[in-house]
């Protein structure tokens, strides 16, 4: 008789499962597993764990990137909405949302059901988006949230309206990226903060020579962060608005 045939049925089944968890590819982008992450921390049992099953690529780096800024600019003082463009089923939304003082409000500009240059499958709407942000944000006041259906072409802010936070995750051609960074950067708080992602992603190469542009025309804007994240291609690079004065201005 063989070692094999000689192990009883039930043991078998569990050492199967063993290896089955063991050489199971797990995807980095979504994963809370404690090999990829460790033991779970607050943020990952009480935000991540909440979104991580919603369409998206915002990852568990994404989360604690944002957890960082966010949590910062309260400690510091720094007041204002939040702003982002292209929000799908709503995971960043989500994290942004928890970190809204009761006089800030979140503005989100996605295209939900409009046709996009960029095709997208399982399109959400208002509701699903909604729905998602309320997993980690159960006593959002609606007045918190504004919600703004329509291309960022289209896009129409309040001539005063100053945010601390921006993310941009909309369409990702060269034209439309530098459009958004173009349409913000006059309602960026004097060390708000920035947020563009897919930097030097492979099947997006317009967003980077947009950024790298935008840098170039503006500089009272500087790079505070170019982050790699897990299991992602591209990268999300974090710019600020500083007082330093022009070279045309000394």
Known sequence: MTIKRSIPGPIKR???AVMDRISRKRDLRTSTDERDIGPKGPLIADVYDLIHTVPGAFNVDDTSHFHLILSMQTHLGLEGDLLEIGSYHGRSSAVMARYLHPSERLHICDAFQIETDDRYENKPTVADLMANIRRVNRNLQEQNIVIHECLSNELELEPKQAFRFIH???????EQTLFDLNLVKGHLCNKGIV??????????????PAIDRFLAENDDYRVIADLNRHGAKGRKIYITKTDRIRKDDR
Request: aromatic share 8%.
């Open 14 to 16: 569990r050492i199967r």
């Open 168 to 174: 941009i995750d909309g369409g990702h051609s060269e």
């Open 195 to 208: 947020a563009v992602d897919d930097y030097h992603h492979p099947e997006w190469p317009g967003v980077t």
